[in-house]
């Protein structure tokens, strides 16, 4: 696919038919990197079910335009600039690749962080406090649970004697999060094999030298279109290779990962309505602190645990919030 052809596929409008007369209703920019998935991801129906907690419905009294890259991070900064020549009262955005790219192509439209890891690190925002700029949100440190992620591997499986780590390398917060598990895995005596990719095309390659390292498992960083786009391939290679998969993505446990630890996603995207809504009804984003999300999810895949021959401790199992049977 040709850039002009993606560009022109980038956008998906839900447009209001048109009636005479009638007032001009807000809309909102939905930036993605990764296709616009129907029926709608888990995170993004949870971001319109939260529009619709404030009387915002779709195709009634909003417009959305879906503008995405389609999985090709490196269009993401001219899908954003298209974005916002169509002039949305406010845009929402994933990803440090999404907000960094609408926070390049526009200083003025107000943009709302649905999940991004340090939104200060990658520079965002000024503050969580006092955003500063036209962007604010709900936000989650992951490297703040990587260790956390680490034990939990140690305590599945006593003979773990070397990690794989796998992460998006244009990714800011994925390399602040691998680097606090390296710190986590050396403490721990473990010896780490680095994985890092930077296109969709690296992951399948990254999976086969890994296969060759044979691995006791695969650690994944939770921040990064590339590998959250790819999650069913690497639980799926995770099964084939037997090699239990462990990272901050549940939506990679639900696709048949082995055990993540993560900020409840979903919950995230439904709160960011709340930004949208007060923006719409004239908050600027620099009077709006940053929320950080307090909400961490364990999820335990037991079929794959079941699959791979694990034996889950009783202990480990009553503190998981979820069970995949």
Excluded at 238 to 247: D, I
Aim: hydrophobic fraction near 50%; proline fraction near 6%; include cysteine.
């Amino acid at each position: 696919m040709d850039r002009r052809t993606l560009l022109a596929a980038a956008c998906v409008a839900l447009v209001l038919p048109a009636r005479a007369q009638r007032a001009r209703v807000p809309t909102i920019g939905y930036l993605l990197v990764t296709p616009v998935a129907d029926p709608p991801s888990l995170e993004r129906q949870a971001f319109l079910d939260g529009l619709r907690a404030f009387g915002r419905v779709p195709g009634r009294n909003l417009e959305i335009v879906y503008a995405s890259a389609e999985g090709h991070p490196e269009f993401v900064d001219d899908v954003a600039r298209d974005l916002v020549l169509r002039k949305p009262d406010v845009i929402v955005a994933s990803g440090a690749v999404a907000v960094l790219a609408a926070r390049r192509a526009t200083a003025e439209i107000p943009i709302v962080i649905m999940a991004v890891g340090d939104p200060v690190g990658i520079g965002a925002v000024q503050s969580l406090s006092r955003p500063e700029r036209n962007v604010t949100g709900v936000s989650f440190i992951s490297s703040d649970l990587a260790g956390k992620r680490v034990q939990l591997m140690v305590d599945l499986l006593p003979a773990l004697r070397r990690v794989a780590v796998m992460w998006d390398s244009r990714n800011a917060n994925a390399q602040s999060e691998v680097n606090a598990t390296f710190a986590a895995i050396a403490r721990l005596g473990i010896a780490e094999a680095r994985f890092p990719i930077s296109a969709g095309t690296g992951t399948a390659a990254a999976l086969e030298r890994i296969a060759a390292l044979r691995p006791d498992a695969l650690y994944v960083a939770f921040e990064g279109g590339t590998v959250m786009e790819y999650r069913t391939a690497i639980a799926e290679f995770g099964l084939r290779q037997r090699m239990p998969v462990v990272s901050g993505w549940s939506l990679l446990t639900d696709a048949g990962g082995l055990l993540s630890y993560a900020p409840d996603l979903p919950a995230m995207f439904r709160r960011s309505a709340y930004y949208v809504h007060r923006i719409l009804e004239g908050a600027s984003p620099r009077d709006l602190p940053v929320e950080q999300a307090s909400t961490v999810e364990m999820v335990v895949n037991m079929h794959t645990a079941r699959a791979l021959g694990i034996a889950v401790p009783p202990s480990l199992l009553l503190r998981a919030d979820r069970v995949i049977q």
